[in-house]
């Protein structure tokens, strides 16, 4: 017998490549009941430090009262957060305790059963060739090859059998009955354990992610953490970390009060910028900006320079200045806080953290892909606002504006418009030609107090929607006159909204000066009937005469922002957006607007969107598509309606034929009375018909 | 200044027992820092990082503790010696006139 094919492995570790074993579950929980003991720990620091506060709160002395409101600012509210901060730690360390187990337990099994497996089959190999050399059959099998299932045609050696034919034959006969059925349950079995070995390799492989996903998870919730944050914030600068934990969480380092410092908003050269030497409304109510970009470019580099070394947030946050100019003076605010945890509230703690942790990637990067801009920073109110810019937007050939909508407030949506806006970058930079003009650049704005989610009611009103569209309004203008005095080019502007963003980024599109070349609404909640009575009211680009560049598209399983439109009774951007109980009915339908699908195209290989989210998350979506499944969302990979608005931003589509683009037809609403109660209502009219 | 003065001294020696005795929980406390597990990405290092981290924080925290232990053992010796400087500025007993 001579086996010619490749042999067994000598291991199953051969085949089973890498490990997803790493440590023990021992340690692990080591380290869950060391967070147990510090949150002991705190809790038992309470216990002993807060009579002795309530005890001093009833002297009456200012150095008692000082030192009684220090602890109340520093002590207290620091021990709450390494105890909240030892608590989800905990609870993410016992998360993936439990999933480490159930890894190690299944990759034992795995192991065990390749090994057991690669026995069954070195058996198998062993038994074929010993019939192959019985029958005289050429060997040549490798292990993970099976013999077919037919047993070859028996022969005899020469010399070895009868002289005669009927002889010969009837010994053939026989040996190819006696090892027929051996050598078919033989191939069979090897045909098994090869297979069995193959989900071996398979399943050992999806371990491993499975394993580097699940610490994903853990790191992810440990820097979300309030010492993860600080660590975060820390990082970079010699002692940083102990610094900003020691500062963030107490206010005093080595028991030492650490100094404060304020953001300035006062210059006696802002007057030549702003005619005001006080920049404290820039947000609020920015000067144009046109103005803006023409003062700039007159001021002397020095005076630039000094301005956004001492007043980093008032030019940071000016709408007019070339995005460059704002992102060197946002930094230096982002790092001013760094040097200052201690001033932050936990909101504005956060959002520190997510942009340092955005900074910090691009800084590893030697060459950034794609290169960060902090086009707006600002935390001088409650909720933390911020507009952070993906490209080069000094130079970009197109510039798009991601507005987000309801929940969506700079702090908790930072990392989610991260990731849509990273999405969207690199969508339209495979769609725009290499090598000609500046490429994309896309904004995450998140520059407004966006309503709470439901069931809180803002969502069904406008006010917050009125006051961010003010602030994109300007961003908007803005660009466009920071570039155009730059002479830098202007960039075609597109504005994408999710959900209430969009209502509110249509009221931004009624208060603009220079006109936007797309605006695309995704999900839309509706839009403000009187504050946008047509689309005609926005200042948007035609893309053929008479057609604006407004598009729109509803998922059918998202049933979540048709019904919040419905609720406000605010108008639908896609006649086919479906409320739940058929409420879509009661508002009307704008005309005009470019609708497309984002059911998916599988023949493109892009993906349906099945919830309401903008970048899905989860192994499915939510009841009546209130969230997207992982890679479901509207400004997920390969989705249709990521394709189409990256399509639609890069002036891509040139009308709407193609990509299954339909206009809609105005829908309006009739007020209907019932004459035996006097309810009024409304509902919605079906589109007249010309055919 | 406060428009009254009340300092307890029983008040603030039993405060500053109460801070001293939560910056005595958080420098020993029971909690011993494990070593930390292998593992197949970075989280080995950032899980040492984090809990490094925790461990500033407890330190932080007890420093702060003692700083309130140290002020207010301040205010007390302050205050005694205030007490002690506004007694000895005044007079010692009622003045007689002399005699006309």
């Known amino acids: 017998m001579g086996a010619a094919g490749r042999p067994v492995p000598p291991s199953v570790g051969v085949l089973l490549r890498g490990t997803p074993r790493a440590g023990t579950v021992e340690e692990i929980n080591a380290v869950s009941q060391y967070l147990t003991n510090v949150r002991y720990d705190a809790v038992q620091y309470v216990t002993a430090a807060r009579p002795a506060q309530e005890a001093i709160a009833g002297l009456e002395s200012a150095a008692v009262e000082r030192l009684h409101a220090r602890l109340g600012r520093g002590l207290f509210p620091g021990v709450a957060a390494l105890e909240d901060s030892a608590d989800e730690a905990k609870s993410a360390v016992q998360s993936y305790a439990a999933q480490v187990a159930e890894i190690h337990r299944e990759a034992d099994q795995v192991w065990a059963s390749a090994e057991r497996a690669l026995g069954s089959i070195a058996a198998a190999l062993q038994s074929i060739a010993q019939i192959c050399d019985v029958i005289a059959a050429p060997f040549s099998y490798s292990w993970d090859t099976p013999p077919p299932a037919a047993l070859p045609e028996p022969r005899l050696r020469a010399g070895a059998g009868p002289a005669d034919t009927a002889g010969v034959a009837e010994l053939i006969s026989g040996l190819r009955d006696g090892y027929r059925t051996r050598w078919l349950n033989t191939v069979l079995e090897w045909q098994l354990e090869l297979a069995e070995v193959r989900r071996c390799v398979r399943r050992w492989s999806e371990l491993q992610e499975e394993r580097l996903l699940c610490e994903g998870a853990v790191a992810e919730r440990l820097g979300r953490t309030s010492v993860g944050e600080l660590i975060t914030v820390g990082a970079g600068m010699p002692g940083g970390r102990r610094r900003a934990i020691a500062v963030g969480l107490t206010g005093e380092i080595g028991g030492v009060r650490a100094g404060i410092r304020t953001t300035r908003t006062f210059h006696p050269e802002l007057r030549e910028l702003l005619d005001s030497a006080d920049g404290a409304k820039v947000w609020d109510a920015p000067p144009a900006p046109a103005f803006v970009a023409e003062k700039w470019a007159g001021l002397d580099e020095s005076v630039r320079e000094e301005l956004i070394r001492s007043v980093p947030w008032v030019i940071g946050n000016l709408p007019g200045l070339l995005p460059s100019v704002r992102d060197r003076a946002n930094r230096e605010l982002v790092a001013f806080y760094r040097e200052y945890p201690q001033t932050l509230t936990p909101e504005q703690l956060t959002l520190v953290a997510e942009a340092q942790r955005i900074l910090d990637d691009e800084a590893r990067q030697r060459s950034p892909k794609p290169p960060i801009q902090v086009l707006a920073f600002d935390l001088s109110g409650p909720v933390p606002r911020a507009a952070i810019g993906y490209g080069d937007l000094d130079t970009s050939s197109h510039t798009t504006f991601q507005a987000a909508g309801m929940g969506s407030d700079a702090h908790t949506a930072l990392p989610t418009w991260d990731v849509a806006a990273r999405n969207l970058y690199e969508a339209q930079e495979a769609l725009l030609p290499r090598f000609e003009g500046g490429g994309p650049g896309v904004v995450a704005w998140l520059g407004y107090d966006t309503p709470a989610m439901l069931p809180n009611s803002e969502v069904f009103r406008s006010d917050s929607a009125s006051l961010g569209a003010g602030r994109l309004a300007a961003e908007l203008d803005g660009m466009a006159a920071a570039r155009e005095a730059a002479d830098a080019g202007l960039p075609a502007i597109g504005v994408v909204a999710h959900s209430y963003g969009t209502t509110m980024a249509a009221i931004a599109l009624t208060k603009t000066k220079h006109p936007v070349d797309s605006f695309v609404m995704l999900g839309s909640a509706g839009l403000d009937t009187e504050a946008v009575p047509s689309l005609g009211s926005l200042n948007v680009r035609e893309l053929t005469p008479g057609q604006l560049a407004v598009f729109a598209t509803s998922a059918a399983r998202d049933r979540l922002a048709p019904t919040g439109a419905a609720q406000a009774e605010r108008g639908l951007p896609t006649p086919d957006a479906r409320a739940l109980l058929g409420l879509e009915q009661r508002v009307p339908v704008y005309g005009g607007v470019i609708a497309f699908s984002s059911e998916g195209d599988p023949a493109r290989g892009l993906k349906g969107t099945d919830g309401h989210s903008f970048v899905g998350a989860g192994k499915t979506a939510g009841i009546a598509g209130m969230t997207a499944s992982a890679g479901r969302g509207y400004g997920d990979n390969e989705t249709q309606a990521l394709d189409t608005t990256a399509r639609a931003t890069t002036g891509l589509i040139a009308g709407p034929d193609g990509l299954d683009l339909v206009v809609t037809e105005a829908q309006p609403v009739v007020k209907i009375v019932d004459k035996h109660t006097g309810y009024v209502g409304q509902w919605r009219m079906p589109a007249e018909r010309n055919d | ?100």
């Open chain 2, 1 to 100: 200044m406060s428009e009254n003065l009340q300092l307890n001294d029983a008040v603030l020696e039993s405060a500053a027992r109460g801070f001293a005795s939560a910056a005595e929980v958080m420098r020993s406390g029971a909690a011993k820092r494990p070593p930390t597990p292998a593992t197949l990405s970075a989280l080995r290092a950032e899980l040492d990082l984090y809990l490094r981290g925790l461990a500033v924080s407890r330190a932080a925290l007890s420093d702060a503790a003692h700083s309130a232990t140290l002020a207010l053992a301040d205010i007390l010796a302050q205050s005694a010696e205030l007490d002690a400087e506004i007694a000895a500025a005044l007079p010692a007993g009622f003045v007689l006139g002399e005699a006309p």
